[in-house]
């Protein structure tokens, strides 16, 4: 059963500190990942989707890095803002014929001071 | 623009009755989802839909009935039989089985009052 882990749970940075936010999935068989973006009581909003066969993705301040062999992925915000004040999650993706494809972190919690 | 609409975004229930959740998608995906999300339990899946017409139960299915009569609408009913309903519950979408990622709405926060 794939399992997905965030790490920090919490992180709480001052303005203009780059962040770096650690994923850890124990099944590298995946199809790709993706990063979400999700502010107090509302919806997930994707930030970027990585497909298994690269090893990194960038938007803007934002870039991750997927290596499959070791189970991880890393999200780089870089210059942060207060605004990037939010719950980021990790979510994997695997193709099968039934059953829960998509497996999601626990998320960071991320709070950028000014 | 292209999104997915989930209504009402706040809901309340009386015990022993029964609501129901909208989901609307006008991206042309194929498959929707619905997740619940509880504090310090991440994101679980309730239902899934590949195809109309056709759905499969998730993780946490009981409590729970959707349908899938049109591509673009995917409805979540709690019914009584749920005992423990207060949640967030979030709608998503995808093309195929998610190749190219998932889509989410903006949630829809239901309380038992």
Request: charged share 20%.
């Amino acid at each position: 059963k794939q399992e997905v882990t965030q790490i920090p749970a919490a992180l709480s940075v001052p303005e203009g500190e780059n962040l770096v936010l650690n994923c850890s999935f124990t099944d590298s068989a995946i199809y790709n990942l993706q990063w979400f973006r999700q502010d107090p009581g509302k919806g997930l909003t994707s930030l970027l989707l990585i497909q298994s066969s690269q090893r990194e993705q960038t938007s803007g301040r934002l870039n991750a890095s997927l290596d499959k062999s070791s189970g991880r992925s890393t999200l780089y915000i870089a210059a942060s803002q207060p605004g990037d004040s939010a719950t980021y999650l990790c979510a994997v993706i695997k193709i099968k014929a039934a059953g829960n494809k998509l497996t999601f972190g626990g998320g960071t919690r991320v709070l950028v001071k000014p | 623009d292209g999104g997915i609409t989930q209504s009402p975004k706040y809901l309340f229930r009386k015990e022993g009755q029964n609501v129901t959740l909208s989901c609307e998608q006008n991206l042309n995906h194929d498959a929707m989802y619905w997740y619940r999300q509880d504090p310090g339990q991440g994101l679980r899946l309730i239902y899934y839909s590949q195809i109309v017409n056709d759905f499969q139960k998730g993780d946490i299915a009981e409590g729970y009935s959707v349908s899938r009569e049109k591509k673009e609408s995917f409805p979540l009913t709690v019914t009584s039989a749920q005992k423990n309903p207060t949640a967030f519950y979030l709608c998503a979408s995808s093309i195929g089985q998610g190749a190219y990622g998932y889509t989410f709405g903006s949630g829809t926060r239901l309380t038992v009052v």
